[in-house]
Nanobody
Framework: VQLVESGGGFVQAGGSLKLSCAIS????????VAWFRQYPGKEREFLGA????????YYADSVEGRFTVSRDNAKNAVDLQMNSLIPEDTAVYSC?????????????????????WGQGTRITVSS
């Protein structure tokens, strides 16, 4: 299974950016895709997740209302739309997949239970 993130780069504060996580090499019909970010020297931070099979989503309180996770069936990808970006959003962003049995839904801190991870993409928000 491969996860490839794209869409990272530089953006000014107040701007928007959309990341995409392309997923390939699997036959799962039920799985969860989550987005995380990580600051240097810090633990990963859960941002939001989507259940591919029904489209349900949930978010961390810190980003709810600014960030949106959605699926692109045609591209077999999960997007992270980020609006009203601030310099504190500067980080490396990664996506991850939890395949059946799904154990991470509703549990933001279960990083070790995700089965596959992308390589990450960096976002820099300038003030």
């Amino acid at each position: 299974v491969q996860l490839v993130e794209s869409g990272g780069g530089f953006v000014q504060a107040g701007g928007s950016l959309k990341l995409s996580c392309a997923i390939s090499g699997h036959t799962f019909t039920h799985y969860v895709v989550a987005w995380f970010r990580q600051y240097p020297g810090k633990e990963r931070e859960f941002l939001g997740a989507i259940a591919w099979h029904n489209g349900n989503t949930y978010y961390a309180d810190s980003v709810e209302g600014r960030f949106t996770v959605s699926r692109d069936n045609a591209k077999n990808a999960v997007d992270l739309q980020m609006n009203s970006l601030i310099p504190e959003d500067t980080a490396v962003y990664s996506c991850a997949v939890d395949k059946p049995p799904i154990t991470t839904w509703g549990h933001e801190g279960r990083f070790s239970e995700y089965d596959y991870w992308g390589q990450g993409t960096r976002i820099t928000v300038s003030s």
